[in-house]
């Protein structure tokens, strides 16, 4: 199932067999664990938390950008009731200069009356009545000017009346918008407190993510610390273990650690049967794809169904263990399923179907460590080797 060679990377049905209990429990600590805990962990327990290390940087990335979002939002929202806010002052300010013109014009128009009134009556008094005027005109030009004067005091006297009444009714409206005005002055401090307030909140929100997701990402950096070492001195009496799966990889040129990764590869790839064929015509034990590499000169149907033929195929395409990203894993026998997410995988289904089930059978591996024989991971089984059988074929 070998996918090496760029843009003919297949990866359809590699592992398509190989199926996780449903709900399986968690095999990882939190991301939240004591970095320096990390250094305590044996090999094989470092590796089962890089799945959910794994988990813990994509969700936590995920929620910090989530965050980052409301938080663009927020602020935005803050802007927009800061201009309202300040719209709202504006109306204030342009009502009370309204009623400040207002009262003004009002003062000046009705001493404008008064003066007139004080220098065409300089007796004083309301505008004089007819017979008052006829009493006290004492030639016919007297008579007409006093008439004159009556006449113009009493519209005077309306005008005044007039100018007050508009005066006043100007001072209402005026004081009834600027009441409106501090209304909404209010209502838009009230929007902007809140607005500030829901920033601030999402500013936390978006501190605590990115801890988080700080603290997630160098957790995965120490784990694969742990797991980088080369482990292949701990397995130096592994030839003359019983497994004769171990014997024929070991055979055909896997050594050490990649000895072990290349039996955990075979196991979940193909349960060891020689003859196994997927639905995407995945041939054999490392299930090699037929679309992918049909035209090389080594490739040979027959032949790679049969075990040794297929091991050494996959020696030389994994270069002896060293190079695994086709099986979804990297350099050091760790998960690294970049080419199946290329290809159109989702997290959970590279998950089950790759990266735990290798997991699983790495750790069932028949000749490991001896410091490894009391290790207990809460690993999910596969639904076949749950129910007593083996890996469903391909």
């Known amino acids: 199932m070998d996918m090496g060679r760029g843009a003919r990377i297949i990866v359809a049905g590699c592992a398509a067999a190989v199926t996780l209990v449903p709900n399986a429990p ?12 990390i250094q305590a962990l044996t090999f094989i327990e470092a590796l089962a938390a890089i799945p959910a290390a794994t988990r813990a940087v994509t969700t936590t990335r995920t929620q910090y950008q989530d965050a980052r979002a409301r938080q663009v939002l927020a602020l935005a929202a803050r802007h927009a009731a800061d201009a309202s806010l300040g719209a709202a002052h504006g109306t204030v300010r342009e009502t009370g200069l309204a009623l400040a013109l207002a009262d003004r014009a009002a003062i000046r128009g009705q001493d404008a009356i008064d003066d007139a009134a004080r220098t065409m009556y300089v007796s ?4 004089p009545t007819l017979a008052e005027v006829l009493l006290t005109a004492d030639s016919s030009v007297g008579f007409t000017r006093s008439l004159l004067t009556r006449q113009y005091l009493a519209a005077v006297s309306r005008d005044s009346v007039l100018t007050k009444s508009r005066a006043e009714h100007a001072r209402a409206l005026a004081a009834s918008a600027a009441a409106a005005a ?6 838009a401090a009230a929007l902007a407190e809140a607005a500030r307030s829901e920033a601030a909140r999402t500013a936390r929100d978006v501190a605590a993510t990115q801890r988080a997701a700080d603290r997630a990402r160098g957790r995965y950096r120490d784990l694969m610390r742990v797991t980088r070492a080369d482990r292949s001195a701990d397995y130096g009496r592994i ?8 014997r024929l990889l070991a055979r055909s040129g896997f050594e050490g650690e990649n000895l072990r990764e290349a039996w955990a ?7 060891g049967r020689a003859d196994a064929v997927s639905a995407t015509d995945d041939l054999g034990l490392f299930q090699i794809n037929t679309e992918t590499w049909q035209d090389e000169e080594w490739f040979d149907r027959d032949l790679l169904l049969t075990k040794r033929y297929n091991a050494r195929v996959s020696r030389q395409l994994s270069r002896g263990g060293r190079t695994w990203y086709s099986w979804g894993l990297d350099g050091h026998g760790r998960p690294d399923a970049r080419a199946y997410v290329k290809a159109g995988w989702s997290q959970e289904r590279v998950e089950s179907h790759i990266v735990i089930p290798y997991i699983h059978w790495y750790a069932q ?8 024989k009391d290790v207990t991971l809460d690993l999910p089984l596969p639904q076949a080797q749950a129910a007593g059988g083996g890996v469903l074929p391909h």
Request: with cysteine; net charge neutral; proline share 7%.
């Open 26 to 37: 968690a095999f990882a600590t939190s991301s939240d664990r004591p970095t320096a805990s």
């Open 124 to 127: 004083g008094g309301t505008a």
């Open 182 to 187: 501090a209304i909404g002055r209010d209502e």
């Open 239 to 246: 030839k003359r273990c019983g497994d004769w799966l171990t």
């Open 265 to 271: 590869v075979v196991m979940r790839e193909s349960g």
């Open 365 to 372: 591996y028949p000749c490991r460590p001896s410091y490894e």
